[in-house]
């Protein structure tokens, strides 16, 4: 049991609001205030809450990528085989949908159009490979190929359109000057998870 001198009384139930309002009841306080009256006299005078632990027993765990149904596997990288952050990344999404129950879209941006990609089917296999290789069998492929935007912004598009929970991206494709970093921010409307090199 811990005292606390306050000035004013706390909220009786304080709250943190986000994406995940289950994420809410595990982080509650509560704080038994006694009934109390502040005359002009007694303004400077402190006022003793007590406060006590929760049980952890009692508190549920919540898994944080439970969630994520909607996972957006951006591909960026011009290489046929895939580069290792790519592979990463797909490796990833797939363990991710496996465990959660979720469904993979994979979105494969380059600034030329499909005609002038020559290995882009050898891409596409790749892809299928190592997403079979992680358990994963289906998935939508979406191609936006020469639409003279930036991948961030075509990235941010689809996971906007499409509703989607999480985005798995490697830092390979940030470092190669692919995606930018800045705008991740500003267009992509769901958590970004960020894989290292």
């Known amino acids: 049991m811990a005292l ?4 004013f009384a706390p909220p009786a ?7 995940h309002s289950s994420l809410s ?4 306080t509560n704080f038994k205030v006694p009934n109390f009256s502040v005359s002009p006299r007694h303004r400077g005078t402190s006022l003793k809450v007590k406060s006590e632990a929760n049980d952890p027993e009692k508190i549920p765990v919540v898994d944080t990528f ?3 149904k909607q996972l957006l596997l951006p591909v960026v990288d011009r290489n046929p085989y895939l580069t290792e952050g790519t ?3 797909t490796a990833t999404t797939a363990a991710l949908a496996k465990k959660y129950g979720g469904d993979i879209t994979v979105v494969v941006v380059d600034e030329n159009e499909k005609e002038k ?11 299928r490979w190592h997403l079979a290789q992680g358990g994963f069998q289906e998935f939508k492929l979406l191609e936006r190929l020469g639409q003279g935007k930036k991948p961030t912004a075509i990235i941010g ?4 359109e499409m509703n989607m929970d999480l985005v798995v991206l490697s830092m390979e494709a940030i470092h190669s000057k692919h995606v930018d970093a800045n705008l991740l921010a500003e267009f992509i409307p769901c958590p970004v998870l960020l894989l290292p090199l």
């Open 4 to 7: 606390v001198h306050c000035r």
């Open 13 to 19: 139930e304080t709250r943190f609001c986000g994406p």
């Open 25 to 28: 009841s595990s982080f509650r």
């Open 66 to 68: 439970s969630g994520f």
């Open 87 to 89: 592979k990463q990344a």
């Open 117 to 127: 990609l020559a290995e882009h089917e050898t891409q596409v296999a790749s892809i």
């Open 157 to 160: 598009e689809v996971a906007d």
